[in-house]
């Protein structure tokens, strides 16, 4: 029981660590001339190309 809550709550905080760091990015970037969208767009796109670049966990199976 408290491994799933831990899980939970790890992953609650890693959620709203990321929304408050992509709202900050975006402030940042409208405060420098961006649009609204435009901004968002740019904040999206990098986390898009940092998750591209994450590795990937290989499976634990047997074998390969």
Do not use: C, H
Request: hydrophobic letters at 30%; glycine letters at 8%.
């Amino acid at each position: 029981m408290t491994e799933t809550v831990s899980q939970f709550k790890m992953e609650w905080e890693a959620k709203r660590l990321l929304k408050r760091s992509k709202k900050k990015a975006k402030k940042t970037l409208q405060s420098q001339g961006y649009g609204r969208k435009e901004a968002s767009k740019q904040v999206n796109a990098a986390l898009d190309r940092i998750m591209l670049n994450k590795p990937t966990k290989k499976a634990a199976g047997r074998g390969g």
